[in-house]
């Protein structure tokens, strides 16, 4: 079974910075891409970043400019390093594996659980 675990939310203060991770596990071989989305209170969840197992990378207009997003496949794991984060950025991160081939299945997508970030002003 194909899990993803987030961590690294909290509190940070306007003009702060923090740094999300995910690791997926379940005898994975491999994932085509990873994503971070996030979803404020009363809001639908957005994409905010994603990379491929390629190295290519997008980003919500949004965050482009402080927020990165990296990977790596050999511990498929991939990280959101938020910076100059703002009380807009406020919200439940969650992380999306698409594409994961394991030993003995293969999995469209996967979602964490979430993470929550609070950015005060």
């Known amino acids: 079974q194909v899990q993803l675990v987030e961590s690294g939310g909290g509190l940070v203060q306007a003009g702060g910075s923090l740094r999300l991770s995910c690791a997926a596990s379940?005898?994975?071989?491999?994932?085509?891409?990873m994503a971070w989305y996030r979803q404020a209170p009363g809001k639908q969840r957005e994409l905010v970043a994603s990379?491929?197992?390629?190295?290519?990378?997008t980003y919500a207009d949004s965050v482009k400019g402080r927020f990165t997003i990296s990977g790596d496949n050999a511990k498929n794991t991939a990280y959101l390093q938020m910076n100059d984060l703002q009380p807009e950025d406020t919200a439940d991160y969650y992380c999306?594996?698409?594409?994961?081939?394991?030993?003995?299945?293969?999995?469209?997508?996967?979602w964490g659980q979430g993470t929550q970030v609070t950015v005060s002003s």
């Open positions: 990379i491929t197992s390629g190295g290519t990378t």
């Open positions: 999306k594996a698409v594409g994961i081939r394991t030993y003995s299945s293969i999995y469209y997508n996967r």
């Open positions: 379940g005898n994975i071989i491999a994932i085509n891409a």
